[in-house]
C-alpha cells in the first residue's frame, strides 16, 4: 500500500472523504480550519460528491449536521474548542435524537484563558452528551478511526453521532506517513448508510422538539440512549476486526503496548501517548518492566478492558491532559472507579495531570513518574495528584505576573 | 533519529523547506515526521518548523528541544531570544546560517559548542522577508549536509511539494536550491543522528509543589497599562519606513493617523516621531504620506548605518 505524508488534518479530510459523506455543514476555527479548507477544494473540484455548506455558528452547523442525518444522508462535521463548547446545548440534542454522524474535534484548550493549544478539556465537555468518542494518537489513525466511527455509529443497535478527536498542533498540523485505504475498498468497509426509519421528506414527517414531563418518558429515552451507546462496545470487535481484514491494521478500544509481563503501567490518551511509547522501550531498555494503555475507545467506556489489563500490576500511572476542576483528572477518576472493589487492583493509582494548553511531556517526566509510582508501591504509600510543572516554568510565570502588575509583594513572600 | 529545526520569519518558507526536506527523506526510504510552530503571528514574526527522520516509526513529538541541525534563513534571528534559534543546541549540534559573514565570526560572537556553517547568503537581497527561494535554498542545504539524501531525491521531493506553483517556479527553485545542495556537499554527513534519551541516567525534572494562591494573585488578569509595550513587535520588520524630516511638511495627523499600530506620534513641534521598538514595517506611512517624506529603507541596511554610526 502506498503511503503519503499528510497532516492530521489532512487525513480527518481524507476520512471524510472517503467514507463518503453526503452533506458537511462547516465553520472555521483554528486548529481544525484545514478540514474543512481540504473539503471544500475538493467539492469545488467536483472530487467530492458532497453538499458543503458553511453556517453562521457551530450551534447550528451541529443543528444542522443534526437534522441532514434525520433525513437519511450521510454527514460529517469538524470543530475544535471554543467552537465545540458553543455547539454543546446541541450536541446533547443531536445525540438525543438518535440520529448518526461523524464529528472531528480537534483538541485544543479553553478560555480563559485563552490558548490556541493542545489538551482535552475541549473534548471531555462533551463526555456525557452521548456521543460516542474515539481518541486518535496518529494521522493514520485519524483517518481509520472516521471510518469505523461511521460504522459504529450507523449501526442499528446504536445509531448515535460520534466524535473522532485528534490534538490540535501535535496532530493537526503535523505530516506523517499515511496509508490512505483503497476508496473502493473503503466504501465497502463503511457500507451504505441505512437510515431506518429516519427519512425526513416533506411527505414523511417527522418531529424531534417533543416534550416529555413527568419524568417517566424521559427516563425511558436517557437510558435506553445510554444503553445504545454501550452497545458499541459489542459491535466495536467486529468493527475492528473486519478493518484489520480489509487494510491490515488492527485497533483494539485500548491500545496496549509491553502490556504482557508490565508491573508498572502508564494509562492514557491521545497523541502524546507515542511519547510514552518512546519512554516505555528505554525504561525497558534500562530493566524496568513498564507498560502503555492507551484509551482509545473513551465513550463507552471499555470497563472490562480496563479491568482486564489493569488487575495484578503493581502501580498505574494515569496521565490527564485535562482538569476537572474541584476533582482532577477525568481518566484517572474513571480508571479507579472501574477497579474499585476489584480483586488484585493495582495498590497505587496515580494521578498526573500535564500537556495543559500545549504543555509538552519531557521523557525525564515519563521516567520520573514510573520512578514514582515504583517507590510509593514499594513502600505502600499513596501518591497525590500531581501538576506536572518545573521550578523554571513557575519563574517564567512570575515574570510574566511582574509585567501584569499582580500584587508584588504577595509573589515575592513566596 | 534525525533532528532537524528551520528558523525564519513568516513569509520565508520555512514550513514549506520543512515539507521538502521531510518528503526527500521520505522518498528515501526513512519515517518522517515535519511540522511548522506558529501562534498569531504574521509576516516577519520569527517561527520556525522542524523535521525528524528515522528508519523506525517516529513517536517523538513536539518541538525539538535537542537538534542534530538547526538551519537559519535569517541571521538576524540568531541573537534574537525570542527567536529561540540557540536553544538545546549543543557540541553535536551543526547550526547553519544564512549569512554575509563567515563560520569564524559566527563561532566568536556566539561562543558556542556547535559546528557553524555558512550557507552563503545572496548579495542581490534587499527585502529579507522576501529573500527569495530561501526556503528551497535552506532544505536542499539540509538535505546534503544530512549526507542520506541522493541530490536527485531532493530534486524529486522539491518537484513533488512546490510542483503546483508551476514549472517555472519549480525551475527557478531548482536552481538556486541545487547550488546550495552542491555547495554544502564538502559537509556532507556532518548532521549525525542522535539516539533515544536512555532511562539510566537522566536528569530528573525540577517539578515543584504546586502553591495554592489567592485570586488577586493566581486569576489571569492583567493590572498593569498598555502591556503591549513589552512585546517589541519591532524585531518582525523588514523594511524601515525612515522620516526625511526636511519632506516632513508637519501636517500633524496622516501618518500617525495611519499607522496601523499606534507607531508614529506627534511631537510638540508637529513633526512624527516612530516607534521602531513596534513599529511592523508595513510601510502604510510610506504609502500615505502626502509630501513623499518617509522612505524605505531595508532593515540589514538600517542596522548597517546604526552600527557605523555608533563608531564613529
Same mark, same amino acid.
Given at each position: 500500500m502506498t503511503r503519503k505524508l499528510l497532516t492530521g488534518n489532512g487525513a480527518a479530510a481524507w476520512g471524510a472523504r472517503l467514507a463518503r459523506a453526503d452533506y458537511i455543514p462547516a465553520f472555521p476555527i483554528t486548529p481544525q480550519t484545514e478540514i474543512i479548507e481540504a473539503l471544500s477544494l475538493w467539492v469545488d473540484n467536483n472530487e467530492m460528491d458532497a453538499r458543503m455548506v458553511t453556517l453562521e455558528s457551530e450551534h447550528s452547523m451541529i443543528t444542522a449536521a443534526g437534522s441532514a442525518a434525520s433525513s437519511g444522508v450521510r454527514v460529517f462535521t469538524a470543530t475544535s474548542s471554543q467552537g465545540l463548547l458553543y455547539a454543546m446545548e446541541m450536541l446533547y440534542t443531536v445525540a438525543g435524537w438518535r440520529v448518526p454522524f461523524v464529528l472531528v474535534n480537534v483538541s485544543r484548550g479553553l478560555a480563559a484563558p485563552i490558548t490556541l493549544e493542545s489538551d482535552h478539556n475541549d473534548i471531555m465537555a462533551a463526555r456525557d452528551s452521548g456521543f460516542l468518542q474515539i481518541h486518535s494518537a496518529t494521522c493514520q489513525e485519524v483517518c481509520d478511526s472516521i471510518l469505523m466511527a461511521y460504522r459504529l455509529a450507523e449501526h442499528q443497535h446504536v445509531r448515535m453521532p460520534a466524535i473522532v478527536n485528534l490534538d490540535g498542533f501535535y496532530l493537526s498540523f503535523t505530516r506523517e506517513p499515511v496509508a490512505l485505504p483503497d476508496p473502493e475498498q473503503a466504501a465497502k468497509f463503511v457500507g451504505e448508510y441505512d437510515p431506518e426509519n429516519l427519512q425526513f421528506r416533506g411527505k414523511a414527517p417527522l418531529s424531534q422538539a417533543m416534550a416529555v414531563l413527568g419524568g417517566g418518558p424521559y427516563s425511558y429515552f436517557r437510558y435506553e440512549a445510554h444503553l445504545a451507546v454501550q452497545q458499541a462496545l459489542e459491535v466495536y470487535e467486529q468493527i475492528a476486526s473486519e478493518f484489520n481484514e480489509i487494510f491490515g491494521r488492527r485497533y483494539d478500544m485500548i491500545d496496549s503496548y509491553q502490556m504482557e509481563d508490565a508491573e508498572y503501567v502508564i494509562v492514557m490518551f491521545g497523541s502524546f501517548a507515542t511519547k510514552a511509547r518512546d519512554a516505555v522501550d528505554s525504561l525497558r531498555a534500562a530493566g524496568w518492566k513498564v507498560g502503555l494503555a492507551r484509551? =482509545? #475507545?473513551? =465513550? @463507552? #467506556? @471499555?470497563a472490562e478492558q480496563i479491568r482486564a489489563l489493569l488487575t495484578g500490576r503493581r502501580a498505574v500511572a494515569v496521565i490527564d491532559q485535562n482538569i476537572s476542576m474541584g476533582m482532577g483528572g477525568v481518566l484517572h477518576s474513571e480508571i479507579t472507579s472501574t477497579l474499585y472493589g476489584v480483586k488484585n487492583a493495582p495498590p497505587v493509582v496515580a494521578s498526573y495531570i500535564g500537556g495543559l494548553g500545549g504543555r509538552d511531556i519531557s521523557q525525564q517526566e515519563f521516567f520520573q513518574m514510573i520512578e514514582e509510582i515504583k517507590t510509593a508501591s514499594d513502600k505502600g504509600t499513596s501518591l497525590p495528584t500531581r501538576l506536572l510543572y518545573t521550578q523554571n516554568e513557575m519563574t517564567e510565570m512570575r515574570k510574566l505576573q511582574a509585567i501584569a502588575h499582580v500584587e508584588h509583594e504577595e509573589i515575592n513572600q513566596k | 533519529m534525525f533532528r532537524i529545526r528551520f528558523h525564519g520569519r513568516g513569509g520565508q518558507g520555512m514550513k514549506t523547506a520543512s515539507r521538502i526536506l521531510g518528503t526527500a527523506f521520505f522518498m528515501q526510504g526513512y519515517e518522517v515526521q515535519d511540522a511548522p510552530r506558529y501562534g498569531a503571528e504574521r509576516r516577519g514574526a520569527p517561527i520556525f518548523a522542524y523535521v525528524r527522520a528515522d528508519k523506525s516509526p517516529v513517536n517523538e513529538r513536539g518541538i525539538i528541544s535537542h537538534p542534530d541541525l538547526v538551519v537559519v534563513a535569517d541571521d538576524t534571528l540568531v541573537g534574537m531570544p525570542a527567536a529561540g534559534v540557540l536553544q538545546g543546541i549543543d557540541e553535536n549540534t551543526v547550526l547553519l546560517i544564512n549569512s554575509h559573514e563567515d563560520a569564524s565570526t559566527w563561532q566568536q560572537r556566539l561562543n558556542t559548542p556547535a559546528t557553524v556553517l555558512i550557507l552563503h547568503a545572496r548579495e542581490d537581497v534587499e527585502d529579507r522577508a522576501e529573500l527569495p527561494y530561501v526556503g528551497s535554498r535552506c532544505a536542499a542545504a539540509a538535505a546534503a549536509l544530512t549526507g542520506v539524501i541522493p541530490r536527485d531525491t531532493f530534486e524529486q521531493a522539491l518537484r513533488e511539494e512546490l510542483g503546483h506553483l508551476g514549472e517555472k517556479i519549480v525551475e527557478k527553485n531548482l536552481t538556486v536550491a541545487l547550488a546550495a545542495y552542491d555547495a554544502m556537499q564538502e559537509h556532507a554527513g556532518s548532521v549525525t543522528e542522535s539516539a533515544l534519551l536512555s532511562a539510566k541516567d537522566y536528569l530528573a525534572p525540577d517539578w515543584i509543589d504546586f502553591p495554592f494562591e489567592d485570586a488577586t494573585v493566581s486569576a489571569p488578569a492583567i493590572h498593569a497599562g498598555a502591556t503591549s509595550i513589552e512585546v517589541r513587535t519591532g524585531l518582525w520588520r523588514t523594511m524601515r519606513p525612515v522620516i526625511n524630516y526636511e519632506k516632513c511638511s508637519g501636517c500633524w495627523w496622516v501618518c500617525s493617523t495611519y499607522c496601523p499600530d499606534g507607531a508614529i506620534r506627534v511631537r510638540d513641534d508637529g513633526k512624527p516621531d516612530i516607534d521602531y521598538d513596534h513599529c511592523k514595517g508595513c510601510l502604510v506611512c510610506v504609502a500615505q504620506c502626502p509630501p513623499h517624506a518617509i522612505e524605505a529603507i531595508t532593515e540589514h541596511e538600517a542596522q548597517k548605518q546604526e552600527t557605523a554610526g555608533a563608531n564613529t
Open positions: 484509551i =482509545r #475507545l473513551f =465513550r @463507552p #467506556l @471499555p | -
